[in-house]
């Protein structure tokens, strides 16, 4: 059972992370249909205000009351996570509010904050209208891609993309269901599956980024596609593993070294779009995007490794 601070905490962290990811999941949804699909486009730009107005509220009441490990980590946001939107609206002429991510920019941490019961129900009633939100994200993305796969529509996404996409919107939910009974998400006793489930999205991450790249960018297509086949190959141990009953200690630390390359990896390919240095079709919020999801895998990744 938690505790009240550790129920509020982990839900505002849990948000400060993933609703970003959801609005942003959003975007590049609305992005991608054709002018016969407005409909679509409409849900997925409404979509993305309900989260930028949810994703707001849980920062107006996150100060002091996160983690510093948390906002050191670059899951929130990144240095590059502003100028990345910026650049963004530029090509898109979409109105995203960076004034959200400049509050994110100035949090900070409160390790040693009392029991609130105020703020206890204000954050639980967040997680219900969490709930309610990426129910409703799960339900477009699901629409979505049964109509991409059974060729009822075309979108610029790839089919994999909205499947992995919609995977991330589903462990958030749990997430979220779990806080809100109260039960004690602790990330160490899930190594097995957190591993699986991260492996799979550093993997589809670079098979992504392999596929956006211009034809002439073949060193970074090169790059791109290891880090999907290392990723899958280093998931494909930790199944052998758990099959043979075999401590996963040593794989773990495979993982962190892949993940801290991907890292950089990532970092140098937002700077690239950024500075109009890589030749793409990648809208560079998703570079900061990739970066983040891949910060947050590091952090958990730690969580395993007392050595880190």
């Known amino acids: 059972m938690l505790s009240s601070k550790e129920f509020i905490r982990l839900s505002l962290e849990l948000h400060l992370f993933f609703a970003r990811i959801m609005k942003e999941h959003s975007l590049f949804m609305q992005l991608s249909f054709t002018p016969r699909d407005k409909e679509y486009t409409d849900r997925a730009n409404k979509l993305r205000m309900e989260f930028d107005r949810f994703l707001n509220d849980v920062v107006n009441i996150s100060n ?3 983690s510093s490990r948390v906002i050191e980590s670059g899951e929130i946001v990144t240095q590059y996570t502003k100028k990345a ?7 898109t002429d979409v109105n995203i509010p ?20 105020k703020l206890e129900l204000e954050v639980s009633k967040l997680n ?27 979108t610029l996404n790839y089919p994999l993309l909205i499947d992995h996409i919609l995977r991330e919107a589903r462990l958030y939910l749990s997430f979220v269901k779990r806080l809100q009974s109260r039960d004690n998400i602790d990330i160490e006793k899930d ?9 799979r999205i550093m993997a589809e991450h670079s098979k992504f980024i392999r596929g956006l ?13 290891a880090f999907g086949k290392e990723f899958d190959a280093l998931n494909k141990a930790v199944i052998e593993a758990v ?3 075999m401590p996963i200690d040593e794989i773990t630390a495979e993982i962190i070294v892949a993940t801290k390359n991907i890292k950089e990896f990532n970092t140098q390919g937002t ?26 895998y590091l952090r958990i990744l730690k969580m395993f490794n007392k050595a880190e």
């Open 64 to 66: 002091k009351n996160i």
């Open 85 to 91: 939107e910026e650049v963004t609206i530029f090509y």
């Open 98 to 117: 960076t004034e959200i991510t400049e509050k994110e920019l100035k949090l900070t941490s409160g390790d040693n904050y009392r029991d609130n019961p």
């Open 128 to 154: 219900e209208r969490a709930i309610n939100l990426i129910t409703a994200i799960i339900d477009f993305k699901t629409d979505v891609l049964g109509n991409v796969t059974s060729c009822k529509m075309f």
């Open 191 to 199: 190594i097995i599956g957190q591993e699986l489930f991260w492996n």
């Open 213 to 225: 790249l211009d034809p002439t960018e073949e060193e970074l297509f090169e790059i791109a596609n």
């Open 243 to 245: 099959e043979r009953c």
């Open 271 to 296: 700077i690239g779009l950024l500075e109009c240095k890589i030749k793409s079709i990648i809208i560079p919020l998703l570079g900061d995007h990739v970066l983040r999801e891949t910060n947050h």
